[in-house]
T-cell receptor
Framework: SQKIEQNSEALNIQEGKTATLTCNYT??????LQWYRQDPGRGPVFLLL?????KEKRKERLKVTFDTTLKQSLFHITASQPADSATYLC???????????FGKGTHLIIQP | NAGVTQTPKFQVLKTGQSMTLQCAQD?????MYWYRQDPGMGLRLIYY???????DKGEVPNGYNVSRLNKREFSLRLESAAPSQTSVYFC?????????????FGPGTRLTVL
């Protein structure tokens, strides 16, 4: 069955550094991979999507890569700020209306 | 636009009681979803509705029923609540059939079953 793995432990990064989060998947061939941010007590919020034929996607301080050979996506936040502290979820997808399967998320803490 | 709204925000039930979680979206989206989120388990899909008039089971449908009342509203019903249904429930919507099914989530309902 499909399996999605994200760093299970919290990731502590010093303010100003680049934070890199990992999403690995097995038994699956997604056409897209989505990243969401979730703050405590709130629902997830969509951040970025990358397609299988794209190697890299950028949006402001965010960068996502997608390696279909390694079955891995990396999510980078450059010049990190304490306000970036949150849980980040990845969701590989084939498209379609049948909902998303999410990883368990990585809790990112940016320390001043 | 309010986006996706959910009621209630919090609820405490006793085992065996029933309740309905309400969800509404004002983005004219076709597809709607119910997820539950538990510590260590992540988000799991309970039911979804690809379009008005259709509903389908997700990963964890047992103990739940849904109704797509109209294009805006999608409710989740617990007929006989069990402690295992203690969770945070999120409703989401998407514009599917767009290309990649980006989802918009509500603020969640925190349910405790004693």
């Amino acid at each position: 069955s499909q399996k999605i793995e994200q760093n299970s432990e919290a990731l502590n990064i010093q303010e100003g550094k680049t934070a890199t989060l990992t999403c690995n998947y097995t038994n699956y061939s997604p056409a897209y991979l989505q990243w969401y941010r979730q703050d405590p007590g709130r629902g997830p919020v969509f951040l970025l999507l990358i397609r299988e034929n794209e190697k890299e996607k950028r949006k402001e301080r965010l960068k996502v890569t997608f390696d279909t050979t390694l079955k891995q996506s990396l999510f980078h936040i450059t010049a990190s700020q304490p306000a970036d502290s949150a849980t980040y979820l990845c969701a590989p997808s084939r498209g379609g209306a049948d909902g998303l399967t999410f990883g368990k998320g990585t809790h990112l803490i940016i320390q001043p | 636009n309010a986006g996706v709204t959910q009621t209630p925000k919090f609820q405490v039930l006793k085992t065996g009681q029933s309740m309905t979680l309400q969800c509404a979206q004002d983005m004219n989206h076709n597809s709607m979803y119910w997820y539950r989120q538990d510590p260590g388990m992540g988000l799991r899909l309970i039911y979804y509705s690809a379009s008005e008039g259709t509903t389908d089971k997700g990963e964890v449908p047992n103990g739940y029923n849904v109704s797509r009342l109209n294009k805006r509203e999608f409710s989740l019903r617990l007929e006989s609540a069990a402690p295992s249904q203690t969770s945070v429930y999120f409703c989401a919507s998407s514009e599917y059939p767009t290309e990649y099914n980006e989802q918009f989530f509500g603020p969640g309902t925190r349910l405790t079953v004693l």
